[in-house]
């Protein structure tokens, strides 16, 4: 595999050279779109409108809108200053029990590799973590761009989860038949639950397969 970015962990006292690693990989099938005349691949060019013609790079700018049809106009400088400064750190921030934070939060596996003069620093973190049963909250600038982050015990090294804000996360309560719920009887409730118990196992990823 290779590194996405080298940085460190930074944990009270402690800086920890590591290696950053993608954790998944996708195994999705892409497609062309091609002309079914003569399977040339369709080319997609960038118009203005208005002015019903083709547009250059140079002639783009990037503008955010406001209200309809108002735009702020946002130049490479006006980026460049308010971009997160790019540290090369994991920054620790808590330790929680990763029972605490819903799936919903997680977007991203990376696998962290120590290098070679972080070897001892590492595995006395990961077994610290081991030993207190807990994962850290972490944050972290990946491609210019803030993460918060969960770095947990994953097998025999350690994993960072980039995570979604709070503020991301939607609420299921907007869905109108969700927040309407029945009545159930006890019967019911009962062969349902008979249900569960009869389809429960270990969890083997193995065995699920995309056909």
Same mark, same amino acid.
């Given at each position: 595999?290779?590194s996405?970015?080298?940085?460190? #962990? ?21 497609f ?14 960038k ?14 700018v ?19 200053? #308010?971009?997160?400064?790019? =540290? ?92 309407m719920?029945p ?12 249900? #569960?118990?009869?389809? =429960? ?11």
């Open positions: 595999m290779r996405l970015w080298n940085g460190s #962990i930074s944990f009270g006292l402690l800086n920890i050279p590591v290696k950053l690693y993608a954790g998944t990989t996708s195994q999705d099938i892409k062309n779109y091609l002309h079914s005349i003569c399977r040339t691949p369709i080319k997609y060019q118009t203005c409108p208005r002015c019903a013609k083709e547009v250059t790079e140079d002639e783009i990037k503008g955010y809108q406001f209200q309809k049809s108002q735009y702020v106009i946002m130049e490479e400088a006006d980026f460049e200053a #308010i971009a997160p400064e790019k =540290t090369r750190s994991i920054d620790i921030l808590d330790f929680v029990q990763l029972e605490s934070i819903d799936p919903v939060y997680f977007q991203r596996t990376y696998f962290l590799e120590p290098v070679e003069t972080g070897v001892k620093a590492y595995h006395l973190l990961k077994q610290a973590m081991e030993e207190k049963n807990k994962i850290a909250i972490a944050k972290v600038v990946i491609r210019s761009r803030e993460h918060l982050a969960a770095v947990r015990v994953y097998g025999s090294g350690l994993a960072l989860e980039t995570m979604h804000y709070a503020n991301e996360i939607r609420s299921i309560d907007q869905l109108t038949q969700v927040s719920e009545e159930i009887n006890q019967r019911e409730l009962e062969m349902a639950m008979m249900i #569960i118990d009869n389809l =429960t196992t270990a969890f083997e990823p193995e065995k699920y397969h995309n056909e």
